[in-house]
């Protein structure tokens, strides 16, 4: 029997021929990030085993997104470990200048196809949309990265996901993403890879590929994984900082479960508070009042989602009583959203555009809300106070967060495509 896109990856990174699930292997590292939120301990964990350089400076990256600019001193205090580690090692420091780790790291050719890459954040898994095999580690596995350029992985079982049909208007990979963490459930892909594969998957913008991936974490997913394309292959030849092998799938692949979905009929989805598998159609709570959109993330805040956006909100005004907060993924989008007119469009709306960064996704700073208030969120997670103490975080398409924007509240984001 064949061998899965992630048996093949671990595989060769470890140097031996077939590895089967559950199978320990211990597989060399092709790039390895941390970031503001989370560098700190890494540093101090390292320093702690003894060691004075890291195993190569050329595969570590730092990366400054979730805080920044420095909203507190402690914050400050933090990246200014960072910084010193990284010119004591020779490490590249992308500041604050750079924007959310998951969309720079592509853009700047940290990532290929075939590729092992960990970072301190959950969702590395985004990579998976570039044909490598990403994933989050702890702190501590991290330093011992550092040491070692190595890290042992239990090889995961593999859940295929085959998508077929076409998007009808207003609906997007988002809503599909979505609507399977409804139906796998926030547990159903547990330390299981996640292969996104058929027609529809197939036509997918670089853009759409990276938010299927993204939210496989919200699974239970160890890794979301698609085989790169003719389209993903010429944005990464031109970037890619090492030589890459782009590996796929053997036809005959064992998969522990195969899941088919339609989009043609698909819905726009939302996920209520407070879980990402808590997911109904968007109509079922359309009419619900708003008083932030969010529009941003390492999910949806890329020029694609821009458009989806500004699509809504050309002509029109934000409701006067939302707060509509545009985060771009990185400093390439913005310039690009810049260039283009889009960020005009919206501003013009009455859309608050910040530097490009995590913004207010993970609770840190930017768009915190009172207790009681609610959000509409291109995001990821909608816990418990992700956002705010007592405050409810709502997920869905960009194209749906503009459009409460504009009525307040929840509403079909259909009506402004048709």
């Keep these: 029997m064949g061998l899965t896109m992630i048996q093949k990856i671990l595989a060769k990174a470890a140097g031996t021929s077939s590895p089967e699930p559950g199978e ?65 090692q020779g490490i590249q420091n992308l500041d604050i200048k750079a924007g959310v780790c998951h969309q720079v790291m592509p853009e700047e050719g940290w990532v290929y196809p075939g590729a092992v890459v960990v970072g301190t954040d959950s969702h590395t898994c985004t990579h998976g949309a570039f044909g490598a095999f990403g994933t989050g580690i702890g702190s501590t596995e991290m330093a011992a990265v550092f040491v070692t350029g190595k890290l042992w992985f239990r090889v995961p079982e593999s859940i295929k996901i085959i998508v077929d049909g076409s998007f009808p208007r207003g609906v997007f990979a988002k809503d599909l993403i979505l609507y399977l963490c409804g139906k796998l459930t926030a547990e159903g892909a547990s ?90 159609p968007l109509r079922e709570v359309a009419g619900l009042p708003i008083n932030q959109a969010f529009l941003g993330s390492c999910t949806n805040g890329r020029l694609d989602d821009l458009h989806a956006a500004a699509k809504v909100l050309e002509g029109r005004k934000v409701h006067p009583h939302v707060r509509l907060l545009v985060v771009p993924a990185s400093a390439q989008v913005y310039r690009r959203a810049m260039e283009d007119g889009t960020l005009r469009i919206l501003s013009e709306a009455g859309a608050v555009i910040c530097n490009p960064g995590c913004g207010p996704c993970f609770g840190g700073h930017q768009g915190l809300m009172a207790e009681g208030e609610r959000c509409i969120a291109s995001s990821n997670r909608n816990f418990k106070g992700r956002m705010g103490k007592g405050s409810e975080v709502y997920l869905a398409s960009p194209a749906s967060v503009a459009a409460a924007a504009v009525v307040g509240q929840i509403v079909d984001p259909r009506e402004f495509f048709a």
């Design 191 to 280: 330390y299981k890879s996640i292969e996104f594969a058929g027609p529809a998957v197939e036509k997918m913008s670089i853009s759409e590929r990276m938010t299927l991936c993204n939210m496989a974490i919200e699974m239970g997913a160890k890794a979301g994984m698609i085989e790169p394309n003719e389209v993903v292959l010429e944005f990464v030849r031109s970037r890619a900082r090492h030589p890459f092998e782009v590996i796929k799938a053997d036809p005959d692949a064992y998969y522990s479960e195969t899941v088919a979905v339609d989009v043609s009929d698909l819905e726009p989805q939302v996920a209520c508070p407070t879980q990402v598998d808590n997911v109904k």
């Design 24 to 88: 320990i292997v211990e597989a060399r590292i092709d790039t390895a990030m941390i970031h503001d939120a989370t560098g700190a301990p890494v540093v101090a964990a390292f320093r702690e085993i003894g060691r004075s350089r890291v195993w190569d400076p050329d595969r570590v990256l730092i990366l400054f997104d979730h805080s920044i600019p420095a909203p507190t001193e402690s914050a400050a205090r933090l990246q200014k470990i960072l910084r010193e580690f990284a010119t004591e």
